[in-house]
């Protein structure tokens, strides 16, 4: 009997597993088939059919230190095509010295007495300024606005950038924020800034891409973004000292729950860097940023793109490796293996020349020079693998300073080591602990 | 280029200018991990980009027809609203 009652059990526990197996099996199959159908599903989110006016208190928060005439710029227009908003402008602690020059805050004021003026009592940076704002909104938590714009102080936009943004965010009560559609302010000053112009294109194709994929595009930028204040308010509004505050906040609002979504009609222009060095400092910081959000494991599911991204190009780093390791030069004709990839390789790459060339279309500002540049694609080539380089650099400097949290420095050789190469990085671009906006 | 998922014609012509250096000068065991690699490497990248091409086309065709209906809507407005003018004035 007992033998028979420890066979049925073992029976029992054998039935109970292949149970269980199949139906983790049939989990991971599941989940398989959501991910595939997710990656190629279209945007389930509805956008406004008309323009009528929407019935939402909004606004519009401008931080700036040591701003420009363009500046004031950007506040006439807010004001003049949009009466219905309220304009904030937060100066983060310009030097006195500098308004007494060049009186840009005394412009601002002058434009109208409904603008609103706060002064941060230190540099706080971006996204310590917005939330300085915020802060200062929320006094008064009867009268918070429902919808709150971020934008640059040196953004450029027209009459329908705002409304259609808000609208945008209203339509769908799922969507935490919106951003616009960006596109480069002084393309034609330069070579590096024409091609710019061509990478934002870029961006703009992917956010419309992502609309719905994973909650929405990767990032919210932080040139102008519309955001529910209580959405804001309940994530925990931006997070200082961050590289990159406008990504972390979109990471956080789709952990949250919340989807993001581009506005396709409300356009902005912004200045992009016109020397190697800039550029270079800006994607350094961006790609930095990147990577500390990548290292956050609870964004992970926010950020697929991201994830799919780095993966690919460490998978290519492996790959040049391996050819370093195994190649021997003049072995000769390439094998049937070889001759498929190389062929699958050419097709690919003649997909996405021809998308590239007939998405020039969207391009509202081409001229001949843009259709060389990109027709040709070796300057966009070239481009490309110079900035992969600030990825190589990042990855580099986040090995160091993970080695120096895990080898703290001991003797004084290795603490002059150390702080030599920080301060080479740092050179170079890559720091642990800046804003977007420096002092 | 790299974080743009669905990828460019950019990093793909980088894959293949490897792919081209890595099948003339590999054999044996190099080339064996090298295709099982690069195949898997082609395969992600082939269907991320050929899905973000897919939504792109349904999105911005999405985008297009909610503009027109918008451009309608208002053109429709504005008519209604000179037809309104002409009706108070008597013309």
């Given at each position: 009997?007992?033998?028979?009652?420890?066979?049925?059990?073992?029976?029992?526990?054998?039935?109970?597993?292949?149970?269980?197996?199949?139906?983790?099996?049939?989990t991971?199959?599941?989940?398989?088939?959501?991910?595939l159908v997710?990656?190629?599903?279209?945007?389930?989110?509805?956008?406004?059919?008309?323009?009528?006016?929407?019935?939402?208190?909004?606004?519009?928060?401008?931080p700036?230190?040591?701003?420009?005439k363009?500046?004031?710029?950007l506040?006439?227009?807010?004001?003049?095509?949009?009466?219905?908003?309220?304009?904030?402008?937060?100066?983060?602690?310009?030097?006195?010295?500098?308004?007494?020059?060049?009186?840009?805050?005394?412009?601002i004021?002058?434009?109208?007495?409904?603008?609103?003026?706060?002064?941060?009592?230190?540099?706080?940076?971006?996204?310590?300024?917005?939330?300085?704002?915020?802060?200062?909104?929320?006094?008064d938590?009867?009268?918070?606005?429902?919808?709150?714009?971020?934008l640059?102080?040196?953004?450029?936009?027209?009459?329908?950038?705002?409304?259609?943004?808000?609208?945008?965010?209203?339509?769908d009560?799922?969507?935490?924020?919106?951003?616009?559609?960006?596109?480069?302010?002084?393309?034609?000053?330069?070579?590096?800034?024409?091609?710019?112009?061509?990478?934002?294109?870029?961006?703009?194709?992917?956010?419309?891409a992502?609309?719905?994929?994973?909650?929405?595009?990767?990032?919210m930028?932080?040139?102008?973004?519309?955001?529910?204040?209580?959405?804001?308010?309940?994530?925990?509004?931006?997070?200082?000292?961050?590289?990159?505050?406008?990504?972390?906040?979109?990471?956080?609002?789709?952990?949250?729950?919340y989807?993001?979504?581009?506005?396709?009609?409300?356009?902005?222009?912004?200045?992009?860097?016109?020397?190697?060095?800039?550029?270079?400092?800006?994607?350094?910081?961006?790609?930095?940023?990147?990577?500390t959000?990548?290292?956050?494991?609870?964004?992970?599911?926010?950020?697929?793109?991201?994830?799919?991204?780095?993966?690919?190009?460490?998978?290519?780093?492996?790959?040049?490796?391996l050819?370093?390791?195994?190649?021997?030069a003049?072995?000769?004709?390439?094998?049937l293996?070889?001759?498929?990839?190389?062929?699958?390789?050419?097709?690919?790459?003649?997909?996405?020349?021809?998308?590239?060339v007939?998405?020039?279309?969207y391009y509202?500002?081409?001229d001949?020079?843009?259709?060389?540049?990109?027709?040709?694609?070796?300057?966009?080539?070239?481009?490309?693998n110079?900035?992969?380089?600030?990825?190589?650099?990042?990855?580099?400097?986040?090995l160091?300073?993970?080695?120096?949290?895990?080898?703290?420095?001991?003797?004084?050789?290795?603490?002059?080591?150390t702080?030599?190469?920080?301060?080479?990085?740092?050179?170079?671009?890559?720091?642990?602990?800046?804003?977007?906006?420096?002092? | 280029?790299?974080?743009?998922?669905?990828?460019?014609?950019?990093?793909?012509?980088?894959?293949?200018?490897?792919?081209?250096?890595g099948?003339?000068?590999?054999?044996?065991?190099?080339?064996?991990?090298?295709?099982?690699?690069?195949?898997?490497?082609?395969?992600?990248?082939?269907?991320?980009?050929?899905?973000?091409?897919v939504?792109?086309?349904?999105?911005?065709?999405?985008?297009?027809?909610y503009?027109?209906?918008?451009?309608?809507?208002?053109?429709?407005?504005?008519?209604?609203?000179?037809?309104?003018?002409?009706?108070?004035?008597?013309?």
């Amino acid at each position: 009997m007992g033998y028979k009652n420890e066979t049925r059990s073992t029976h029992g526990v054998l039935y109970m597993r292949v149970v269980e197996g199949t139906q983790r099996f049939g989990t991971i199959i599941r989940r398989i088939w959501c991910a595939l159908v997710s990656i190629f599903s279209m945007s389930d989110l509805s956008l406004p059919r008309d323009n009528v006016a929407y019935n939402a208190s909004v606004y519009a928060i401008i931080p700036t230190h040591k701003p420009r005439k363009i500046t004031v710029q950007l506040v006439r227009d807010l004001i003049r095509w949009n009466p219905d908003v309220t304009v904030c402008v937060v100066d983060d602690c310009t030097p006195k010295e500098y308004e007494a020059q060049h009186h840009i805050f005394r412009s601002i004021r002058k434009l109208s007495p409904d603008v609103r003026y706060f002064r941060t009592q230190e540099n706080r940076l971006k996204a310590g300024a917005i939330n300085y704002a915020i802060a200062e909104l929320m006094r008064d938590p009867e009268h918070l606005p429902d919808v709150i714009v971020t934008l640059d102080d040196d953004v450029v936009i027209d009459q329908r950038t705002i409304p259609e943004l808000v609208r945008t965010l209203l339509a769908d009560v799922r969507v935490g924020a919106a951003c616009t559609q960006c596109r480069v302010l002084n393309k034609n000053k330069n070579m590096l800034t024409r091609l710019q112009g061509l990478e934002y294109l870029g961006f703009n194709a992917v956010r419309i891409a992502d609309e719905s994929f994973f909650n929405g595009p990767l990032v919210m930028h932080g040139m102008l973004s519309a955001f529910r204040t209580k959405t804001l308010i309940e994530v925990g509004l931006f997070a200082e000292r961050h590289l990159i505050e406008d990504y972390e906040m979109t990471a956080r609002l789709k952990t949250a729950g919340y989807r993001v979504r581009l506005s396709p009609q409300s356009l902005a222009w912004t200045e992009v860097p016109e020397t190697f060095g800039q550029l270079w400092r800006q994607r350094a910081r961006w790609i930095n940023g990147g990577i500390t959000i990548l290292g956050v494991r609870k964004y992970w599911r926010a950020i697929p793109q991201d994830l799919i991204g780095h993966a690919m190009f460490l998978a290519t780093v492996l790959l040049v490796g391996l050819i370093a390791f195994f190649g021997k030069a003049g072995s000769g004709e390439p094998s049937l293996a070889a001759s498929i990839i190389i062929v699958l390789s050419i097709c690919q790459a003649i997909v996405f020349y021809v998308f590239q060339v007939w998405y020039m279309r969207y391009y509202a500002e081409r001229d001949p020079v843009d259709w060389i540049l990109r027709l040709t694609l070796v300057p966009e080539f070239l481009y490309a693998n110079v900035l992969t380089l600030v990825l190589a650099g990042a990855y580099v400097f986040r090995l160091f300073e993970r080695t120096a949290v895990i080898f703290p420095v001991g003797n004084k050789m290795s603490r002059i080591t150390t702080s030599w190469l920080r301060a080479l990085f740092a050179r170079i671009g890559f720091t642990s602990g800046w804003g977007t906006k420096g002092a | 280029m790299w974080n743009l998922h669905g990828g460019t014609a950019i990093g793909v012509a980088t894959s293949a200018t490897l792919s081209i250096i890595g099948g003339t000068y590999l054999h044996g065991a190099g080339l064996v991990a090298l295709s099982i690699l690069f195949l898997g490497v082609m395969f992600v990248s082939t269907l991320l980009a050929v899905a973000t091409m897919v939504r792109f086309f349904r999105n911005q065709h999405r985008n297009d027809r909610y503009a027109e209906i918008k451009d309608a809507r208002q053109a429709w407005v504005e008519a209604h609203a000179r037809s309104c003018v002409f009706a108070d004035t008597g013309m």
